[in-house]
């Protein structure tokens, strides 16, 4: 049964799907059920893949890693996610930007994760 927000990913093709709406039904891609994709569980540098949320003037800013995460073509974060109140706002980065968000979000408490393209998902 999936949950809201829990994140799947397809094994075959690579399709990542977040779930909105919680239901019954399995998610199926290319044939086959797509994969619940846990969070801080990928081995790899713990330090790079983190978020760390700052609360700043006007919003939330927030950077993967305490060591700058690389953003080049073959590894780097797809997108970052704050989430709030109920509410959930995402960033969607590239290769070559840096790995950071700005939200200009008013909230006392936020949870953030983040999407590396070769480890995984990670909350803070």
Request: charged share 25%; proline share 5%.
């Amino acid at each position: 049964m999936a949950k809201r927000l829990e994140v799947y990913k397809c094994k075959v093709c690579g399709n990542i799907v977040e779930v909105m709406t919680g239901g019954d039904g399995a998610l199926v891609c290319c044939g086959q059920d797509m994969v619940l994709m846990s969070e801080n569980t990928v081995d790899a540098a713990q330090e790079k893949h983190v978020p760390v949320a700052t609360k700043v003037s006007g919003g939330w800013e927030v950077v993967v890693g305490s060591v700058p995460h690389p953003m080049e073509e073959k590894h780097y974060i797809e997108w970052i996610e704050l989430n709030t109140n109920g509410t959930s706002y995402k960033v969607f980065l590239k290769p070559g930007q840096e790995p950071k968000a700005f939200f200009p979000v008013e909230a006392d408490t936020v949870t953030v994760r983040e999407y590396c393209n070769l480890h995984g998902l990670w909350k803070s």
